[in-house]
């Protein structure tokens, strides 16, 4: 949450709702936020580096996925994505 709030007053915060409809366009090496407070971790946040962005999808590589890194392909509509931070 902390990068969140850091990200809205530096007015590098994009809401899903921006990326969902095409408002925002991440650019490689933005960070995407995800909802993780229900996988049962002492966390509640979830942290992703963008590799590629298209019109229906993305990809991402994140750290402590399945405890290790990994290259992952997701779209804007994953009910787990909150937005995205400018980098």
């Known amino acids: 949450a902390e990068m969140v709030t850091d990200a809205k007053v530096a007015k590098k915060w994009h809401p899903v709702t921006d990326l969902r409809t095409g408002k925002h366009v991440p650019r490689v090496g933005d960070i995407l936020i995800f ?13 992703a580096r963008v590799v590629e ?5 993305f990809t991402t590589i994140d750290g402590n996925h399945g405890d290790r890194w990994a290259t992952v392909e997701s779209d804007p509509f994953n009910p787990k994505l909150l937005g995205s931070i400018d980098v």
């Not at 909802?35 to 966390?43: A, H, I, L, N, Q």
């Not at 962005?53 to 999808?57: A, G, K, M, P, T």
């Open 35 to 47: 909802d993780r407070s229900s996988e049962g971790v002492s966390w509640g946040r979830h942290v």
């Open 53 to 57: 962005w298209r019109e229906h999808n």
